[in-house]
């Protein structure tokens, strides 16, 4: 399966301000998932990522505050902005390749 | 659209005890596809098992079994002899084929909390 190095692995950040995450995959990949967990909650999607086009935003989710980038077939960001206390989360990227999906070890966001 | 549901939110148990989770889930869709993964307190997500729509076989890995029912929609998971590194949250989730070799965005259920006590 595919390792993926995903950072930061945590951080706090003051509100208003954005943070942007990486991932990286050892190979290829034609998509890349984006997910939310919050706090004592499932994960959810945000969007998935396809290199080479737009993101494609889940329903609750827009461009203006969860952009994205995905410059080639291995390395994705994912860009919190104008950041709330609800957006304290941990912000998980993941790969669909071989037996299944693979998962970043996360972003813990705690907003302040 | 796709549902999982998990109805168990906690269970906790004492280490050598068997345990069972449930998965009860909803699509529409002939060709779909259904995990298990594992989130420890560290946070990451480990990967336990896939299987698809038409292998209803049951799987043991192990301590791990799985019980496929297309009949029930459930896909249930048991723990035999549990420890107390099994501590964790567990998740089931369901994706429908996304065409060629994608499994397609995942359906997570809500996650059941498992506490091995020694």
């Known amino acids: 399966s595919a390792v993926i190095s995903q950072k930061p692995s945590r951080d706090i950040c003051q509100r208003g301000t954005s943070l942007t995450i990486q991932c990286q995959v050892d190979?290829?990949?034609?998509?890349m998932f984006w997910y939310r967990q919050q706090p004592g909650q499932s994960l959810t999607l945000i969007a998935t990522?396809?290199?080479?086009?737009?993101?494609?935003?889940e329903s609750g989710f827009v461009i203006d505050k969860f952009p994205i980038s995905r410059p080639n077939l291995t390395f994705s960001t994912l860009t919190v902005s104008n950041m709330s206390p609800e957006d304290s989360s941990i912000y998980l990227c993941?790969?669909?390749?071989?037996?299944?999906?693979?998962f970043g070890s996360g972003t813990r966001l705690t907003v302040v | 659209a796709q549902k999982v549901t998990q109805a168990q939110t906690e269970i906790s148990v004492v280490e050598k005890e068997d345990v069972t989770l449930d998965c009860v889930y909803e699509?529409?869709?002939?060709?779909?596809?259904l995990f298990w993964y594992k989130q420890p307190p560290s946070g990451e997500l480990v990967f336990l098992i896939r299987?698809?729509?038409?292998?209803?076989q049951n799987e043991i890995s192990g301590r791990y079994s799985w019980n496929f029912q297309k009949s029930t929609s459930s896909f249930n998971f048991t723990i035999t002899a549990s420890q107390v590194v099994d501590s964790a949250v567990y998740f089931c989730?369901?994706?429908?084929?996304?065409?060629?070799?994608?499994?397609?965005?995942?359906?997570f259920g809500q996650g059941t909390i498992l506490t091995v006590h020694p």
């Open positions: 699509t529409r869709d002939t060709t779909y596809y």
């Open positions: 989730a369901l994706s429908v084929s996304a065409g060629g070799t994608s499994y397609g965005k995942l359906t």
């Open positions: 993941s790969v669909d390749r071989g037996g299944g999906y693979t």
């Open positions: 990522a396809n290199q080479g086009s737009e993101a494609t935003y």
């Open positions: 299987r698809n729509s038409f292998d209803e």
């Open positions: 190979s290829q990949v034609t998509m």
